[in-house]
């Protein structure tokens, strides 16, 4: 059996070459603050996977996606192995969009923060009077750029991230800014309205897109996993506080209020993947 290096690393995954396709791992890595953690989550790779399947599975009639198997059977010798086994996504190569899609319809985190300073969330104006985690009035995009592992992503308004693909794609920079937009905001809005009806609220979430050979534009990375999201209960929802959440909310809390060295104890380690597959069983109605 022909050992395979992974060709990147990310903070949670491994990307390996498979030829014409990807094979895209989602380990039990956990990252806070973006900061990797000393702790491994179990089966916590295997959730995102699978989380991301069932979502690509219900979305490809608004836009195709980079998926073409989750099952090791399809992918060659090295992936038979445990460790690589419900965690692993063949994918097709995409030319990835070097904007991170992001939109929100509900106000937390970083926006409302924004939102109490000035009124605005990434130089959007909101109405007045909004409390903290109040649903908005319609979902609002807000891209940003993609960084480095180490350095943090940058907020830019809808016209920046024209100029930012006319760069790399001239003569397509409002194309393409359009769709992404549009595509962001249509996926939001379906996978929100399906996920309130089994009793969870997906306040914010990210996507990247990519094209295909033929230019064709194309969901790849991820999608709407507790990593990329913030899933709260709709069972007790009440604006005017933060909100309990089914993603590394426990884990991060834990870290804001004990000294540590970025290593957490196991409890937290297991309320943590416990929320994971809570919302995993919600969503999809299954165990995992």
Known sequence: MEEMKPIKE???????????????????????????????????????????KFWFDLTKDIIPNHMISV???????????????????????????????????????SGWESYKKNGTVCGITLPEGLKESDKLPEPIYTPSTKAEIGDHDENISFEQSITHLEKEFPGKGEEYATKLRDYTIALYKKCADYALSK???????????????????????????????????AEGYEPGHAQPSFDKQFARDWLKQNDNDWELPQDIVDKTINKYLQAYEMLTGKKL
């Open 10 to 52: 990310g903070k949670v995954r491994e990307i390996y070459d498979n030829g014409d396709s990807l094979i895209m791992v989602a380990t039990d890595r956990i990252s806070c603050f973006d900061v990797i953690l000393k702790n491994e989550v179990t089966k916590k790779g295997t959730v995102l996977t699978q989380m991301s």
């Open 199 to 233: 009793g969870i609220i997906i306040a914010d979430t990210k996507f990247e897109f990519g094209l295909d050979e033929d230019g064709n534009m194309v969901l790849g990375d991820e999608m709407l996993t507790p990593d990329s999201s913030r899933f709260w209960p």
């Open 71 to 109: 099952d090791v059977k399809d992918m060659p010798e090295f992936f038979h192995q445990e460790r690589f086994d419900g965690n692993s996504m063949m994918c097709r190569k995409l030319k990835m969009l070097p904007i991170e899609c992001i939109v929100r319809g509900y106000i937390t985190g």
